[in-house]
């Protein structure tokens, strides 16, 4: 997986088909206004040359809950496309990737 998390953040680095489908995607928008506004917060997270991206816990959850809880295909497809290679087939959960580099950064502070 190519994902390195520190305690809140996640540093993603998107490849240049999976930026121009996060782009297209948030151009074209969404008939349900959460996932259309979704679409623009990630498309502003991500630098367009380098395809890095930094996101926030709460983030990882948003991609989660479009990409898994909400069943909706189109949405499942498009977010699978953009992060199934950096985040995995779950979309980073159940992977506990926050927890066990928390307890590794306490680790490097008290050395």
């Not at 930026?19 to 074209?28: D, E, K, N, P, Q």
């Not at 809880?69 to 990737?97: V, Y």
């Amino acid at each position: 997986m190519l994902y390195i998390f520190t305690a809140l953040m996640a540093n993603l680095n998107l490849n240049p088909v999976e930026v121009a489908i996060l782009r297209s995607a948030s151009r074209r928008g969404d008939p349900d206004e959460e996932y259309s506004d979704f679409l623009q917060t990630l498309n502003g997270l991500c630098d367009s040359h380098t395809g890095g991206m930094y996101i926030a816990r709460n983030t990882l959850e948003e991609i989660q809950k479009f990409g898994l809880d909400r069943k909706n295909p189109r949405w499942q497809a498009t977010l699978f496309s953009i992060f199934r290679r950096t985040l995995g087939d779950r979309l980073g959960r159940d992977q506990e990737a926050f927890g066990p580099l928390q307890e590794q950064e306490k680790l490097k502070g008290e050395r």
